[in-house]
């Protein structure tokens, strides 16, 4: 045997040995290539494909932290010391606070008959409170006292789900968003208010495509007074012409427990690039038992103004009045410290038919 056919045999034999241990050696799957989440930019900022879905979702939301103090904001307290010592009631002033923790989940997707919409805005807050408690005993059953306490609270703020121009939603009545609710500060229904609420609705929407847009929808009410009774909705219909100048807007509410009628008409005007003005007036009933008609007396009217001073801060300024002689007023600034995070110091004043009062407010809101 030569050295060339030695050499082959023994590559033959090692080819053999590699197959029989190749045929024994466990073989390692592929893995699966990873869908890693993808930015979608159809609805805005914010906005990504649930992986495996056509369906764009955005998570935001907000912490909060409110400070109220004087007499529109503050709350009243028992001195503790004399409380637990059982002295009378030594009232006091002291400051109203609040955090608050909301959520937000955006979800959108299109169909043949539209935007598919779902959204839902949830918070959690803890709040201080004030109240007052008979502490009467058998030797003065007339001591009674004002209190103040914390407490905590969860509530769903908004659930709405929107198919093209239908929505079906536990949120803030027609009759508030239909007008754009009222101004820019913090504390927009001091003095007058302006809204009936939350409620559950269902409402379409005809947009035309050209600024104008119409709703109409049906509004269950909420509280013992206001909540329908049988199965006759309110009913609250309204419109809107939006252009480079402004927008004006109005809407009608009906209320099907006491057959009565509100209304409510708005002005918006674009004065330039860092000004824009409003007025807002109402009409109805306020006296008689009304869903709509929020305010005192026959009519009330809104008006305010903001001015951006620069990218970081803005004044906002709002008044109110109506038929019963109340009035109130609300100036503040808003003022964006870093992108995410705003302070806002504001100060109230009212006037209850006589009976008036001023009060502070500042927040703090770290928003995503």
């Known amino acids: 045997m030569n050295i060339k056919s030695l050499l082959l045999g023994s590559a033959a034999a090692l080819v053999a040995v590699s197959g029989a241990r190749a045929a024994d050696a466990i073989v390692v799957a592929e893995p699966e290539p990873a869908e890693y989440v993808r930015i979608c930019d159809v609805y805005g900022a914010g906005y990504f494909y649930i992986p495996g879905t056509e369906t764009c979702l955005k998570v935001g939301g907000y912490l909060r932290y409110d400070i109220g103090i004087g007499d529109n904001h503050g709350l009243k307290s028992l001195d503790k010391e004399d409380y637990f010592n059982g002295v009378a009631a030594d009232i006091n002033d002291t400051y109203f606070k609040r955090m608050r923790a909301q959520l937000t989940f955006d979800a959108r997707s299109e169909t043949e008959y539209g935007t598919l919409r779902g959204y839902i805005a949830t918070y959690y807050q803890r709040d201080s409170v004030s109240g007052t408690y008979n502490f009467g005993t058998v030797a003065d059953p007339d001591l009674v006292g004002p209190w103040s306490s914390t407490e905590s609270s969860w509530a769903l703020e908004h659930a709405i789900i929107q198919l093209g121009g239908l929505t079906i939603a536990y949120t803030d009545s027609l009759f508030e968003t239909l007008t754009d609710s009222a101004g820019t500060v913090i504390n927009d229904d001091i003095g007058v208010n302006y809204t009936p609420g939350k409620t559950h609705l269902i409402a379409y929407t005809f947009d035309a495509g050209n600024g104008f847009s119409a709703t109409i929808g049906v509004e269950e009410g909420s ?33 099907s427990n006491y057959g009565e009628v509100a209304g409510k008409v708005r002005l918006d005007v674009n004065v330039n690039d860092a000004l824009t003005l409003w007025v807002m007036g109402g009409i109805g009933d306020g006296n008689e038992l009304n869903y709509y008609a929020v305010w005192e007396g026959d009519w009330a009217v809104w008006g305010g103004a903001q001015y951006r001073v620069n990218e970081k801060a803005s004044l906002d300024l709002q008044l109110a009045y109506d038929d019963g002689d109340n009035f109130g007023a609300a100036v503040g600034v808003n003022y964006q410290l870093v992108p995410g995070f705003n302070i806002r110091p504001e100060v109230t004043y009212v006037d209850y038919d006589g009976d008036d009062g001023w009060g502070g407010y500042l927040r703090f809101q770290r928003s995503f």
């Open 223 to 255: 509280g013992v007074l206001y909540t329908i009774d049988s199965y006759v909705p309110h009913v609250v219909a309204g419109a809107s012409f939006t252009q480079g100048w402004g927008k004006i807007s109005g809407v009608i509410g009906y209320d």
